[in-house]
């Protein structure tokens, strides 16, 4: 693929072959340079040496919810490991099991192989009730402060029929913000959490309002949390929280939808996304992506990088004139 931008000269380069409907790709951080990348069906698998491993890090395909060859928004979702993984040897995957409901759940790596976890040794930490078979959020990411965020989608069908997403009791259409390292039976509450101790409100939850937060991440330079929200209809969006946040953002699903109140007549409420692209042009599905902070790229540095899952194309986000503008970095062949 070749870029379609006046001022980036971007290419995608092939880093491996032989993958089954990949759905995330993490690093460990241990200096191995491993990269390990999630298959949909429940495989963990691993990249080393610029080769992939034939024999899988992981198999938990009889536990994780058959998924439809057609296309199908369940399965294994997410992958992310702690701080300090070399020394403690475990990681955390974000999955749908067998009944359909999002399970989150620590696994160790075997003494004697270090490309081996075990499949027995699955700590269920948290299990989330899933009323449909779509908007499963999946992302699992470690946050500066050292805790676990997780994102959640607002239980699928459409338009969000049981309020998930504006429901103080309900864990769907959240942003999760757990402690999973300092509890090793289970999980704490951080303290600073915005609802901790609360008896009206899940103390998990971190921010409100959110209909299918698929990928999100963490700018590594300024902690601020970059958010991919997949739309209903209209637009999808992006929103952007401080690092300075105190939490209890409500960024207005499903009153709002992007920029706009989605039903005529409404009265705006939550926090306004930063970004917005509409339908029109065929992108449909936003993936968020990652702030930039490589030295390959200078132009590219600084830019948060995200594309569309149905259209391929990604672009680059970048602060300009009190606003935000979108260049186009990738454009698929035969795509308009």
């Known amino acids: 693929f070749t870029a379609i931008a006046q001022s980036q000269q971007v290419q995608l380069t092939a880093i491996a072959t032989g993958l089954s409907r990949p759905v995330d790709i993490q690093q460990p951080g241990d200096g191995s340079n491993r990269i ?14 610029g080769a992939l491993n034939p024999q899988p890090v992981l198999d938990i395909r009889d536990r994780v919810t ?25 990681f955390y995957l974000n999955y ?19 490309n081996t976890a075990e499949a027995g040794s699955e700590k269920i930490l948290l299990t989330i009730n899933q009323p449909f078979t779509n908007h499963n959020g999946g992302q699992l990411q470690f946050g500066p402060d050292g805790y676990l965020y997780i994102g959640m989608g607002d ?10 997403a504006q429901s103080p009791r309900s864990l769907l259409g959240k942003m999760l913000r757990i402690d999973v390292e300092s509890n090793s039976a289970a999980y704490a509450i951080p303290p600073s959490n915005p609802f901790a101790g609360s008896l009206l409100t899940f103390p998990e939850i971190w921010a409100t309002g959110l209909r299918n937060p698929w990928r999100f991440s963490f700018d590594r330079a300024t902690g601020n949390l970059w958010i991919g929200d997949v739309g209903q209809g209209r637009a999808e969006e992006i929103d952007l929280q401080p690092a300075s946040s105190k939490g209890g953002e409500n960024y207005g699903w499903n009153n709002m939808e992007g920029m706009q109140c989605r039903m005529a007549g409404c009265t705006p409420s939550g926090i306004r996304p930063i970004f917005e692209y509409t339908r029109e042009s065929g992108d449909i599905s936003i993936t968020g992506g990652y702030v930039y902070r490589g030295s390959i790229s200078p132009t590219l540095r600084g830019l948060y990088i995200f594309g569309d899952y149905v259209s391929g194309r990604i672009w680059a986000l970048r602060e300009e004139n009190g606003g935000w503008a979108r ?4 454009r698929p062949p035969n795509f308009r």
Do not use: W
């Open 327 to 330: 260049e186009l970095l990738i």
């Open 96 to 114: 749908t099991n067998r009944s359909g409901n999002t399970t989150i759940s620590r696994f160790h790596m075997t003494a004697a192989d270090a």
């Open 36 to 49: 390990f990348v999630l298959e949909q069906e429940g495989l963990v698998r691993v990249i080393q040496d």
């Open 155 to 164: 239980g699928g069908s459409g338009n969000d029929p049981f309020g998930h």
């Open 66 to 90: 058959r998924i439809n060859s057609g296309g199908d928004e369940r399965g294994l979702l997410g992958l992310a490991f702690p701080p300090d993984f070399k020394a403690k040897q475990y």
